[in-house]
Structure formats: structure tokens, C-alpha cells
């Protein structure tokens, strides 16, 4: 009966998935189970009647040998310890790895004749995910700091250096492992910085940057302004300081003080390098507007990798006005020469704002331009670009304009249309190499059903918009494919085949239709309809630019979801200067936790496109409970932001780029309402 009871128990210790060893009462081993035969190599017979310490020799079994003495002792079924060792016993898995496992000792009574039992756990997989994680951290920390131009350095509260990057070692003239362990004072000198440290420990911020005097490895001299700040673990306190090289700044200054002659040499040179760049500036500028021309006339390719090339090529130019102009600044900010920054500061605006047209552009064919829908009137919009239009013609082409009288009002994105007309012209004018006849008309239309559906609109009234010439005219073929994006019939270099798909786009967001009657030889004309518009004009705004110089006094909180970390630091530093408490969230699960918490929000500023929910899950999500919540949209890419069935009352959007002081006003005038 005792035989049967063992195979009993050993077929449930052979089930278990883990290691199980069971010890008689002097500490011999009575079995393990299969999972310890795997582990070990060694079946239970093998063992059996040895102690733990001749079963593993040579490995450090201390506190097991106590435990067990304990479990042995107490006589009762009760944990004495756990977790003893990651890798008390030299166990393998199956595949040969080395297995870390914890270890719980049991007293399981002295009625079996046995005195205890040792349970092994496999925690392989949660310490190596443990020690990934940490590595992975390490890594970053690592690859932040080792490709960091500035002397980073961490000192634990005796000042003696704990990690420096490879700047570090580099400026002071130490290799890696003799930099380390080295006290601070070995490195500094001097009451500046007795009187920095001092403030560091004592948990001070430093107000501004510091200068400090250092010492090499050779003796000689380097100068620093550090920037630092303390920092603490459980029971230790650390200083990571972030040094940046000025002796360059402090020669050009010791020289400019102390010789008359060189400053006049100095200042000489600096003109001349002015001149040059101003040429340079100017030359760039030339040869931009050129590119801007050349894309509206004829650009390149007839396929998906000449647009692509194309495309790299203006931003590339656009770029390099952007960083070129800021790095002059930059220079002009260091040399302490700012007053003649504003022109550079201007040309990389300009840049920046010719590249937000180009990305509309190219987003308009796709029918994910976010649009400034407005009530207008088609003629007036044609009378203010009659001169435009017959400058990009040229001499060689007559251009007529027959406008309807009581022409309708349109509700559309006024700077979509003038793109549209003016590729429309410019279109006809390359289809007229030899001159010829561009005439524009407006009119009223009302469309019975066959008519409507030959445009795929709806019956109603439209207003009417052509652009005819008397050019080459199109085949039934080209007229086939001539709304496809980047199809062109020019030369390579000379068409993106972006136009007539941009127009298409744009039509189709606004409500209406585009159609193309043409004959080879007989001219082609282009029919723009567009929904007529029952409600008032919309005002002029030629208002001067933006300010708002006022801030709050009421503590309203606004909520900026952001994904893209520096767009999220450029709104909240608005918020802060109007005023306003700001609060941030990465990512929608991020700022639903806040909405559904019982923060006061004014008003929540996202962006529509995040990683996780996007802008308006979240917003759905938080006007469950928040349903006055004020909302303003930010957006690029806006595949569902065009139509007003998006936007709810108490929405409003503004599309990406936008200047901070559009979006101030934005702000204020929401949370004002």
C-alpha cells in the first residue's frame, strides 16, 4: 500500500511544471521529480540518499542549507524562504540554456518520513526580459550621450566622476577608464566652481549658465558654461553637468578687447562675408523664384518616382533657405551682431511658408487639403487676378474675361480657386506655344437631372466658370487620363501631372464638378461648377497682423494633445505667455485619462492624427461627460476634416503650418466665447 501511495506521489510531482526535490528528515535527498531530471542530467535514483552539497558541488548554498536546517526544525507545514538564488543550481533547459530560477523552501511534516520539500521556479524569461529592458534603457542613455558634441559628466555626492561620454575624455585629454573614479577637483578649480557645487548639493538651480575654469591632463587651461542639475536614487544623490566648449568665444572676445587693429580686421572681414552672403542670399532667393515659376509651368516626370525626385528637390531648395538663413542667425546670435538678424529670420519664413504651399498642393488632388471654405464672388476673385493672369500668359497670348452680371455667390477655399485658375491659364498657354486666344467666363447655371449627371452632381443651381483656348486641343485618350495624378503630356522635366488632379481634387471637396470638351486642333475648354451659395458675403479681412498682447487673469486650463514633442512645446509655450495653466498629453489614452478625470479644462487643443486614438475618438470619448468641452482641432493630413458635418459646435480647426500668433489668437478668442 506504502509502494502504491509513492507511485501516487510521484506521478503528481512528475506533472508539476517546475523543479520539485523532497529531503527525509537529516537532509538526504528522498526524489525529485522528471522537471529536475531535465534540468539536471540526472535521473532521481541517481541522487537519491545524497546530500544537497555532494549533489552540487561547488556551488554556494548557504542560505539553502539554513533554510532547510529551519524547515527541518519547525515540523509544521509552513514557507520558510523564497527567492534564495537567481542561479543556485547549475540547471539547463531543454535547449541547453542556462535556467534562473527562484527557490521556496516547505516543511511538509514528519508523517510522510520526509522533512521537507524544495520547490524551483523557472523565472528565466521575466529576468531576461528584466535585463533586456534595463540594457535597452542603458543603450539609449548611452547612444544620447556618446554622440553629444558638449562634455556630459555625472559625479556622485564626493564629486567623484561615475559616467562621462566620449566628448568628456576628448576635451579634458583622458582616456575613458582614467576619467572615471576622477574627483571633480582634479578637473576644477577655483571659487566658481567651490560655489556652484555647493549649490548643487544643496538641491539651488543654477539661474544661468555658469563659466567655468578647467584643467586638461597636459596642465593647460579650457574654459566651459555648464548647465547642470541633482538628482537622486533611494539613498544616494548624483550631479549630471553638460559642458560646452567656449574657449573659441572667449579668444574672439579677449581679442576683440585687447587690439584696436584686429577688431577693425575682424569687422572688415565680417562685412565682406556679409556681402557675400547677402549675394549669396540673393542669388538663392533668384534662383527659388525661378523653381516656383518653373514648377507652375512645367516640372518633371511621368511617373511616381520623377514626382518624388521633383518634390525632394524643391523642398531640398526650399531646406536650404530655412537652414541656411536660421545658421546665419545663429552665428550673427553668438558674435552678439543682432542687429541685422530680422532679413534672415524673414527669408526662413518665407521659405518655410512656400514649402507649407507646396505640401497643400500636393494634398489637394487627394482630397485631404484641409480647406477655408467662404462665401465669395467668383468675378471679384478674377478682377483682382486679371493682372497675374496676363503677366504668366505672356505677350503672345490675348486673354478676354466675360463675367455675368448678378453672378452668384460660391462658398469655397478662395486660395484654392486662384491655384486653380492659374494653372488653368498657364495649362492654355503651353497649349498656344505659338499664341493664340484665352477667354474666362463666369455664369449662372441651372442644371435639370441628364445635365447634373453628366458632371455626377446633383440637380440645382451652380455657378459656372470656364477657361477656353484656341490651342492644340486634346485627344479622346489624353482627356481620358487627364484628371490622373502625375499623367502629363510634356516632356520629362517639364509637367508633374499634378495640375488638373489638384483642381479635380479641390472641385470635388467644395461640392462640385470638372469637365473637358477638346478636339485635336480646335482648342480645348475646362468647366469649373461650383453649388451656388444662398447665404451673405463673407467680410474682407484686410486687417493688420495679428496681436494679442493681452493675457488672463481667470487661471482657464487648456489641454495640448501632440504626438510630435516639439509641435506640443511650441503650444504650450503660447499657452504660457497669454497666460493660460497648460497641460500635456503624447498620445489620446494619455489625455482621455485626464478628460475623464475631474481636471478643469477650458478648452482641449489636439491634433486629429495620434498614435493611439486619434484627435476626434478622444474628443467623443470626453464630451460623454465633458458635453460644453471647447475643442480645437490641429491638422495637416485631414482625410475627414474638410466637411462641416466634422466639425460639431464648440469645434473649430486650424491647419498645420500656422504661425504662433494665429494660433494665439485662435485660442483666446475660443476660450473667450
Known amino acids: 500500500m506504502v509502494a502504491r501511495d509513492t507511485d501516487r506521489q510521484d506521478i503528481v510531482l512528475d506533472a508539476i511544471d517546475a523543479g520539485v526535490i523532497v529531503l527525509d528528515r537529516v537532509g538526504r535527498i528522498v526524489s525529485w521529480n522528471a522537471w529536475m531530471e531535465s534540468a539536471s542530467g540526472r535521473t532521481a535514483a541517481a541522487v537519491r540518499g545524497k546530500t544537497l552539497t555532494e549533489t552540487f558541488p561547488g556551488v554556494e548554498s548557504g542560505r539553502l542549507e539554513s533554510a532547510v536546517s529551519i524547515a527541518l526544525g519547525s515540523g509544521a507545514s509552513s514557507i520558510l524562504t523564497h527567492a534564495l538564488h537567481p542561479t543556485l543550481f547549475p540547471l539547463r533547459s531543454r535547449a541547453g540554456r542556462p535556467l534562473l530560477h527562484d527557490v521556496t523552501v516547505t516543511a511538509i511534516g514528519h508523517q510522510t518520513g520526509a522533512g521537507c520539500l524544495i520547490h524551483l521556479t523557472d523565472v528565466s524569461r521575466a529576468v531576461r526580459r528584466e535585463r533586456f529592458l534595463r540594457e535597452r534603457q542603458n543603450a539609449r542613455y548611452d547612444a544620447v550621450t556618446e554622440s553629444a558634441p558638449d562634455v556630459i559628466l555625472t559625479f556622485d555626492s564626493e564629486g567623484i566622476i561615475q559616467l562621462a561620454n566620449p566628448a568628456a575624455g576628448l576635451k579634458f585629454g583622458y582616456g575613458m577608464a582614467d576619467l572615471i573614479g576622477q574627483s571633480a577637483t582634479v578637473l576644477f578649480e577655483g571659487q566658481v566652481w567651490k560655489d556652484t557645487w555647493q549649490a548643487l548639493i544643496d538641491g539651488r538651480h543654477l539661474r544661468q549658465p555658469v563659466e567655468l575654469e578647467g584643467r586638461r591632463k597636459d596642465g593647460s587651461l579650457t574654459y566651459f558654461e555648464v548647465s547642470a542639475s541633482r538628482w537622486q536614487t533611494d539613498s544616494r544623490i548624483f550631479v549630471t553637468t553638460i559642458l560646452r566648449d567656449i574657449n573659441e568665444r572667449r579668444e574672439i572676445l579677449a581679442a576683440l578687447r585687447h587690439s584696436e587693429a584686429q577688431a577693425r580686421a575682424a569687422a572688415s572681414a565680417l562685412t565682406e562675408l556679409n556681402a557675400t552672403l547677402e549675394q549669396r542670399v540673393a542669388d538663392r532667393t533668384a534662383k527659388l523664384m525661378e523653381t516656383e515659376e518653373a514648377l507652375r509651368q512645367s516640372q518633371k516626370m511621368e511617373a511616381i518616382g520623377q514626382l518624388t525626385g521633383g518634390i525632394a528637390h524643391d523642398f531640398n531648395n526650399l531646406l536650404q533657405g530655412i537652414i541656411g538663413a536660421l545658421d546665419i542667425v545663429e552665428k550673427r546670435i553668438r558674435a552678439g551682431r543682432i542687429g541685422d538678424v530680422d532679413r534672415f529670420v524673414q527669408g526662413a519664413l518665407t521659405s518655410a511658408n512656400r514649402a507649407s504651399s507646396l505640401t497643400h498642393r500636393l494634398l489637394a488632388f487627394s482630397r485631404r487639403q484641409p480647406v477655408d471654405p467662404r462665401p465669395m464672388d467668383v468675378n471679384l476673385l478674377i478682377a483682382t487676378m486679371e493682372e497675374l493672369l496676363r503677366r504668366s500668359i505672356g505677350e503672345k497670348t490675348r486673354m478676354t474675361i466675360a463675367a455675368a452680371d448678378d453672378i452668384w455667390l460660391v462658398r469655397c477655399d478662395a486660395n484654392q480657386l486662384e491655384n486653380a485658375l492659374l494653372n488653368l491659364a498657364i495649362n492654355a498657354r503651353d497649349a498656344m506655344p505659338g499664341g493664340g486666344t484665352l477667354e474666362i467666363a463666369t455664369s449662372n447655371a441651372v442644371l435639370d437631372a441628364p445635365q447634373a449627371m453628366a458632371r455626377n452632381l446633383k440637380p440645382g443651381e451652380y455657378v459656372r466658370l470656364t477657361v477656353k483656348d484656341s490651342g492644340v486641343g486634346m485627344s479622346p485618350d489624353v482627356q481620358a487620363r487627364a484628371f490622373d495624378p502625375f499623367y ?125 486614438l486619434n484627435g476626434r475618438q478622444v474628443v467623443d470619448a470626453a464630451r460623454t461627460k465633458r458635453t460644453d468641452l471647447k475643442v480645437l482641432f490641429m491638422t495637416g493630413y485631414a482625410e475627414n476634416a474638410a466637411g462641416s458635418a466634422f466639425l460639431e459646435p464648440g469645434m473649430e480647426l486650424i491647419s498645420k503650418p500656422f504661425t504662433m500668433e494665429h494660433l494665439a489668437l485662435k485660442i483666446s478668442d475660443m476660450i473667450a466665447r
Do not use: H, W
Open 488 to 612: 502629363t503630356t510634356k516632356p520629362i522635366g517639364q509637367g508633374t501631372g499634378l495640375g488638373l488632379s489638384m483642381i479635380y481634387g479641390f472641385v470635388g471637396q467644395s461640392g462640385g464638378a470638372v469637365l473637358i470638351e477638346s478636339e485635336i486642333g480646335a482648342g480645348t475648354t475646362i468647366e469649373i461648377c461650383l453649388p451656388r451659395y444662398r447665404g451673405d458675403l463673407a467680410p474682407q479681412e484686410n486687417v493688420p497682423k495679428e496681436t494679442v498682447e493681452s493675457r488672463t487673469d481667470r487661471n482657464e486650463v487648456v489641454l495640448v494633445v501632440e504626438d510630435e514633442d516639439v509641435v506640443r512645446l511650441l503650444v504650450v509655450e503660447v499657452l504660457n505667455e497669454l497666460g493660460y495653466l497648460a497641460l500635456e498629453a503624447a498620445d489620446g489614452s494619455s489625455a482621455l485619462r485626464i478628460l475623464q478625470s475631474s481636471q478643469r479644462i477650458d478648452l482641449l487643443v489636439t491634433d486629429i492624427g495620434l498614435p493611439d
